[in-house]
C-alpha cells in the first residue's frame, strides 16, 4: 500500500488522519514524527523541515536537529538556517569532544558548512513575504556565526 502524500504543511489541516496541534513542545515533537512516519514523502516540504526543526531546536534534541537539517541541506543547499544549525552544531561537538582529532574533523566540517553559507549570503536575495528588517536581523546574527567557524583553526595544537 503506497502512502499518501501532502504537499505542502498547510494541507495538514485537510487531513484527518494528523494528529491535532499539541500542548507541549515534546507533544508537538511526538506529533510531527508521527505525520511524517505516514507521510514519508511529505518530508521534501522545505516548510515542514524548518518547523520540524524549531520544533526540535526549542526542546534541545541536537541530534535530530543535525539530522533533519543535513535532511534539508540536501534538499536546498542553499538554506542559510540549516547551514547555519549545522556549522552551529559541528562546533559544538568540536568543542564537547575529547579527541583532538575528532574535534578537528567537526571543526573542518563546521567550517565547510560556514564557507557554504557565507556563498548563499553572497548571493542571496530577500525571500518574498519576508520583512526587509527580518531578513536583516537573520543575516545578521547567522553571518558572524559563519565567520567564526572559519577562524576557528582545525587542527589542534595538542
Not at 514524527?33 to 515542514?48: G, K, L, Q, R
Not at 524548518?50 to 534541545?60: C, L, W
Not at 547555519?84 to 574535534?103: F, G
Not at 542571496?124 to 519576508?130: C, L, V, W
Amino acid at each position: 500500500m503506497e502512502r499518501e502524500t501532502v504537499n505542502h504543511s498547510s494541507d495538514l489541516d485537510a487531513n484527518k488522519d494528523v494528529p491535532h496541534p499539541a500542548s507541549s513542545e515534546s507533544d508537538r515533537q511526538q506529533e510531527f514524527e508521527a505525520f511524517i512516519a505516514a507521510y514519508p514523502n511529505s518530508i521534501s516540504d522545505e516548510s515542514s523541515f524548518d518547523h520540524f526543526q524549531q520544533t526540535y531546536r526549542s526542546g534541545e534534541d541536537s541530534a535530530k536537529v543535525t539530522a533533519y537539517a543535513n535532511q534539508l541541506v540536501k534538499l536546498n543547499p542553499n538554506n542559510v538556517l540549516a547551514l547555519a544549525v549545522l556549522v552551529y552544531e559541528s562546533n559544538a561537538q568540536a568543542r564537547n569532544s575529547n579527541d583532538p582529532k575528532q574535534a578537528a574533523l567537526f571543526r573542518t566540517e563546521s567550517s565547510d558548512f560556514a564557507r557554504r553559507g557565507l556563498d548563499v549570503i553572497e548571493n542571496a536575495q530577500r525571500p518574498a513575504g519576508i520583512l526587509a528588517e527580518d531578513y536583516e536581523r537573520f543575516m545578521s546574527r547567522v553571518t558572524p556565526l559563519f565567520y567564526f567557524a572559519l577562524a576557528t583553526p582545525t587542527e589542534s595544537n595538542y
